[in-house]
């Protein structure tokens, strides 16, 4: 489950950040990007967060989480497409590999939200 340590970096990231702050904002929600092709669970993210944040600075802080699309460019065909995940990730028209991924795999902190 790569999700606890994905947590685990998320905190650490957080933390330097909210650390650095002359006066410590309370942080509210953080919204993530996580593209469906980072293999990420949002719902396992969402639970090892709250569990790690527990008694933390974070203890109640919401993640809203934005799920991209994977989304490949055929070059021959010239063409953007959108792989089937775990089935088939070539060219539907031409059948050419994947090789231009456009989106999908975004794993980011979008924006803090914090209240005074």
């Given at each position: 489950?790569?999700?606890?340590?994905?947590?685990?970096?998320?905190?650490?990231?957080?933390?330097?950040?909210?650390?650095?702050?002359?006066?410590?904002?309370?942080?509210?929600?953080?919204?993530?990007?996580?593209?469906?092709?980072?293999?990420?669970?949002?719902?396992?993210?969402?639970?090892?967060?709250?569990?790690?944040?527990?008694?933390?600075?974070?203890?109640?802080?919401?993640?809203?989480?934005?799920?991209?699309?994977?989304?490949?460019f055929c070059h021959p065909?010239?063409?953007?497409?959108?792989?089937?995940?775990?089935?088939?990730?070539?060219?539907?028209?031409?059948?050419?590999?994947?090789?231009?991924?456009?989106?999908?795999?975004?794993?980011?902190?979008?924006?803090?939200?914090?209240?005074?």
């Amino acid at each position: 489950m790569h999700e606890v340590d994905m947590t685990r970096a998320l905190i650490i990231t957080v933390k330097d950040w909210w650390e650095s702050q002359e006066e410590k904002p309370k942080i509210v929600r953080i919204h993530l990007a996580i593209g469906q092709f980072t293999c990420v669970e949002p719902a396992s993210l969402a639970f090892a967060f709250e569990a790690q944040t527990r008694d933390t600075f974070l203890d109640g802080v919401e993640l809203a989480i934005r799920e991209t699309p994977l989304i490949a460019f055929c070059h021959p065909c010239q063409r953007e497409y959108r792989p089937e995940i775990g089935l088939r990730y070539a060219c539907p028209v031409c059948g050419a590999p994947m090789d231009d991924i456009r989106s999908g795999r975004e794993l980011k902190i979008d924006r803090l939200e914090t209240v005074e």
